[in-house]
């Protein structure tokens, strides 16, 4: 059983950054895509970004140019730099781990963006 264990949540000020780690239980390199989930209260659970294995990310439009995910395989462990961050951002972010027939998530850390 693939363990992911998300951490770097909390409160922030709007404008603020935040960096979440994702750290797997094996090697990353091992899914054809890592990626990070949101779902704000009420709301269902979206796409926020995503870094294959080979190949450029994707992003959702809200948070282009915001947002940034990056691996580190020697480290197992996949990251989001989120700066410029709004209120509207608040969410429990999750991370994924998509292979060809697997399927794995985190536990979720609480980002709350408020003054």
């Known amino acids: 059983q693939v363990q992911l264990v998300e951490s770097g949540g909390g409160l922030v000020q709007p404008g603020g950054s935040l960096r979440l780690s994702c750290a797997a239980s094996l090697s990353i390199f091992s899914f054809n895509n890592m990626g990070w989930y949101r779902q704000a209260p009420g709301k269902q659970r979206e796409l926020v970004a995503r870094?294959?294995?080979?190949?450029?990310?994707n992003y959702a439009d809200s948070v282009k140019g915001r947002f940034t995910i990056s691996r580190d395989n020697a480290k197992n462990t996949v990251y989001l730099q989120m700066n410029s961050l709004k209120p509207e951002d608040t969410a429990v972010y999750y991370c994924n781990a998509m292979g060809v027939t697997s399927d794995y998530w985190g536990q979720g850390t609480q980002v709350t963006v408020s003054s």
């Open positions: 870094i294959p294995r080979g190949g450029s990310t």
